[in-house]
């Protein structure tokens, strides 16, 4: 039995299981940090976004508490940050970020202090 991913059959970053864009998705519906409720969120696109950035820095340089931080604040352009992105949401979502990937395997401690 052959585990290995076939890449040829992949049409985008977040079908990378290692982008664990399901999970990624999953917390930024649950935190929902777009306060903007007239424009469509485009949340998939926006994990799509941040699944090629992950990529990328994983085979580049590695995975840093800091550029995950970076890769969530990425999922939203300049003025969203600015305007409609709720600060204390995005904070959450940058924290949840970092466990998934950082600490998901460890005892359960919290890692915000």
């Avoid at 409609?84 to 466990?99: F, G």
Wanted: with cysteine; proline share 4%.
């Amino acid at each position: 039995m052959n585990n290995r991913l076939d890449l040829s059959t992949i049409n985008s970053c977040s079908e990378i299981p290692a982008c664990r864009a399901l999970e990624v998705l999953a917390i930024l519906i649950e935190i929902d940090p777009v306060r903007d409720e007239h424009n469509e969120k485009s949340y998939p696109e926006r994990v799509e976004k941040f699944s090629r950035n992950y990529i990328w820095q994983k085979i580049s340089c590695g995975i840093t508490i800091e550029f995950l931080h970076a890769a969530a604040e990425r999922m939203f352009n300049a003025y969203e940050v600015s305007s409609v992105v709720d600060p204390a949401r995005l904070n959450e979502l940058k924290h949840r970020i970092v466990n998934l990937f950082l600490y998901s395997y460890d005892t359960g401690r919290d890692h915000r202090n």
